[in-house]
């Protein structure tokens, strides 16, 4: 199956029906939602978690979407054979001229594209870098290796910190996290995870879980929930209205 990004749209009635529903219980105590692209200002390492059910290539295309209408150079690193589609990207609105796709053989895994993303953005030329370490973790060749600390279930009220296989520590994201200030850009990185398990690390300043539901024929609620936002009051990200592509009923 192959996932893609659901185009942004506008229809009356629609629109005011997902606004009602993302009204705080209390709202003396909490802001009023905010789009999730304001929430991810530049400056700061943005991490898109979820399940294969989520909607993280969906939020992370809006982010690049908004980036070029900021007048950034994009880039996206993605093991090869990864899930980008440009079809569907420049149906969503992307300048696919104005984004640049790398692509890291799968031996070189999480690590290798963090790194090509230190790479690039020592340059200073990009505004909005993807890093998509989503992937899952490849089979085990032996039944009877141990299982994987981040295939492991999580006991009941309990979160767990991990890392995607081959990165190891903070000191990955302090790098990018300190680019992404010296240089004002967004970094943004797919991962994994759900909910119950904490963000990648503290260099983490934003941390969404996009959730979709459907609406009608062809229609989709796309539902941030901000998991962490460091140094902001709690926020509400507002639920959006995206089309999936022609031919998704």
């Known amino acids: 199956m192959t996932v893609v990004a659901l185009r942004g749209v506008e229809e009356e009635g629609v629109v005011d029906e997902l606004s009602e529903g993302t009204a705080p219980a209390d709202t003396e105590s909490a802001a009023s939602p905010a789009?999730?692209?304001?929430?991810?200002?530049?400056?700061k390492l943005i991490e898109v978690s979820g399940g294969a059910a989520g909607a993280r290539l969906t939020?992370?295309?809006?982010?690049?979407?908004?980036?070029?209408?900021?007048?950034?150079?994009?880039?996206?690193?993605?093991?090869?054979?990864?899930?980008?589609?440009?079809?569907?990207?420049?149906?969503?609105?992307?300048?696919?001229?104005?984004?640049?796709?790398?692509?890291?053989?799968?031996?070189?895994?999480?690590?290798?594209?963090?790194r090509a993303a230190e790479l690039l953005l020592r340059s200073g030329g990009y505004g909005?870098?993807?890093?998509?370490?989503?992937?899952?973790?490849?089979?085990?060749?032996?039944?009877?290796?141990?299982?994987?600390?981040?295939?492991?279930?999580?006991?009941?009220?309990?979160?767990?910190?991990?890392?995607?296989r081959g990165l190891h520590g903070s000191a990955w994201q302090a790098r990018l996290a300190g680019l992404a200030r010296a240089h004002g850009c967004r970094v943004v990185l797919l991962t994994r995870g759900s909910a119950r398990r904490d963000s990648l690390g503290p260099m983490v300043g934003l941390r969404l879980q996009p959730r979709r539901e459907r609406r009608g024929a062809g229609l989709f609620a796309l539902r941030p929930d901000v998991l962490k936002h460091k140094g902001a009051a709690p926020r509400l990200a507002a639920s959006e209205l995206r089309r999936g592509p022609w031919g998704l009923a």
Request: charged fraction near 20%.
């Open 59 to 114: 939020t992370a295309v809006a982010l690049v979407r908004q980036a070029q209408l900021e007048g950034e150079t994009t880039v996206w690193i993605q093991p090869v054979g990864g899930p980008l589609f440009p079809p569907d990207l420049a149906d969503s609105g992307v300048d696919l001229d104005s984004l640049i796709v790398v692509h890291i053989p799968e031996d070189r895994g999480a690590a290798g594209i963090a």
């Open 35 to 43: 789009s999730f692209v304001t929430l991810a200002a530049p400056g």
């Open 128 to 164: 909005l870098c993807v890093l998509d370490l989503s992937a899952p973790p490849p089979a085990r060749a032996d039944a009877s290796d141990k299982i994987p600390a981040t295939d492991r279930p999580v006991p009941e009220g309990m979160s767990v910190r991990t890392c995607p």
